[in-house]
């Protein structure tokens, strides 16, 4: 049997619905076998962060170089990489074992106001990282940062996937969720020669952290698969819908998404058949 593997590069969110986490869940909930290298501790819960506790560059290096010296990997997803050195020693590691299937979701800001990456850490992102990256995923607010423009409009969207991938990562998804006031939410893939465009009913809820790091964890499944990347982002989509659809009402703030709705979804339907 041929087992597809995946590595998330990421910070631990100790109330599990971010981080690697929620890598970690969705990779199993997609058959995909999960492998972590954690950069940062985070004290989280639903109420926000309370506290980051990075770890040292060295630290992420021996775990990243653990699993590839071993174990391998199918596609590999950063998430909070929180400093420059730990950005310039991942892509130094990425470079190293030759990954070519990397989705970068550049997480800076958690949904509370926390920060997740330090401000001089961004350029680090863009220089090192982005050019060895097959998908970035950022949100608009994210994006705003990585390009220095402000995104409004569709077409701004358009354009800042154009600068985006200009910085040499060959996909770029610009995720929908924080437009406000809108019912239809639209995740727009640009691959260097068009857009495709993917649309969703908002959902009417609190419960949504971890929806951005989840929506890149099934992307990167489906990558670790060998989909191609058009198929990753479309199966991404469903498994993030069904998951803020099923969401999990926990804890006295906002909850986590349904690392297993989907797949219950499926089952349920093949039963009905
Ligand atoms: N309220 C919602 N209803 C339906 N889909 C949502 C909702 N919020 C986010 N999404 C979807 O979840 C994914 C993450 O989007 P977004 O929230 O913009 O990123 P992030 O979680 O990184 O801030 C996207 O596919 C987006 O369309
Ligand atoms: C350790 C860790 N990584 C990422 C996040 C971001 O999660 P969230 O705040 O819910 O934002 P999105 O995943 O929706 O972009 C986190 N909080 N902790």
């Given at each position: 049997?041929?087992?597809?593997?995946?590595l998330?590069i990421?910070?631990?969110?100790?109330?599990?619905?971010?981080?690697?986490?929620?890598?970690?869940?969705?990779?199993?909930?997609?058959?995909?076998?999960?492998m972590?290298a954690?950069?940062?501790?985070?004290?989280?819960?639903?109420?926000?962060?309370?506290?980051?506790?990075?770890?040292?560059?060295?630290?992420?290096v021996q775990q990243i170089e653990a699993i590839g010296s071993d174990l391998g990997a199918?596609?590999i997803?950063?998430?909070?990489?929180?400093?420059?050195?730990?950005?310039?020693?991942?892509?130094?590691q990425i470079?190293i074992f030759n990954w070519?299937?990397?989705?970068?979701?550049?997480?800076?800001?958690?949904?509370?106001?926390?920060?997740?990456?330090?401000?001089?850490?961004?350029?680090?992102?863009?220089?090192?990282?982005?050019?060895?990256?097959?998908?970035?995923?950022?949100?608009?607010?994210?994006?705003?940062?990585?390009?220095?423009?402000?995104?409004?409009?569709?077409?701004?969207?358009?354009?800042?996937?154009?600068?985006?991938?200009?910085?040499?990562?060959?996909?770029?998804?610009?995720?929908?969720?924080?437009?406000?006031?809108?019912?239809?939410?639209?995740?727009?893939?640009?691959?260097?020669?068009?857009?495709?465009?993917?649309?969703?009913?908002?959902?009417?809820?609190?419960?949504?952290?971890?929806?951005?790091?989840?929506?890149?964890?099934?992307?990167?499944?489906?990558?670790?698969?060998?989909?191609?990347?058009?198929?990753?982002?479309?199966?991404?989509?469903?498994?993030?819908?069904?998951?803020?659809?099923?969401?999990?009402?926990?804890?006295?703030?906002?909850?986590?998404?349904?690392?297993?709705?989907?797949?219950?979804?499926?089952?349920?339907?093949?039963?009905?058949?």
């Amino acid at each position: 049997m041929s087992i597809s593997k995946a590595l998330t590069i990421a910070g631990s969110d100790s109330g599990g619905g971010a981080g690697i986490q929620a890598d970690l869940k969705t990779f199993q909930e997609l058959n995909v076998y999960g492998m972590s290298a954690i950069t940062a501790i985070t004290a989280q819960n639903t109420l926000g962060v309370h506290g980051v506790f990075p770890l040292t560059a060295e630290a992420v290096v021996q775990q990243i170089e653990a699993i590839g010296s071993d174990l391998g990997a199918d596609a590999i997803k950063t998430g909070m990489l929180f400093n420059s050195e730990i950005i310039e020693a991942v892509s130094e590691q990425i470079k190293i074992f030759n990954w070519s299937k990397v989705i970068v979701d550049p997480v800076m800001i958690a949904k509370g106001g926390a920060s997740l990456l330090q401000d001089e850490a961004v350029e680090a992102v863009k220089n090192h990282l982005l050019p060895l990256a097959l998908i970035v995923t950022p949100n608009i607010p994210e994006a705003e940062v990585l390009t220095g423009m402000k995104i409004h409009t569709l077409d701004d969207r358009r354009a800042a996937a154009e600068i985006l991938h200009s910085l040499g990562v060959k996909n770029v998804v610009i995720k929908g969720g924080h437009v406000e006031n809108e019912n239809q939410l639209v995740d727009l893939l640009y691959d260097g020669t068009e857009f495709s465009y993917f649309s969703s009913e908002r959902i009417e809820t609190k419960n949504t952290h971890g929806t951005g790091c989840t929506f890149a964890a099934a992307i990167t499944a489906e990558m670790a698969k060998g989909n191609t990347v058009y198929h990753s982002v479309e199966t991404a989509v469903s498994f993030i819908q069904e998951a803020i659809k099923e969401d999990l009402e926990i804890g006295q703030g906002h909850g986590p998404t349904n690392h297993w709705a989907y797949q219950q979804k499926k089952r349920q339907s093949l039963h009905v058949e």
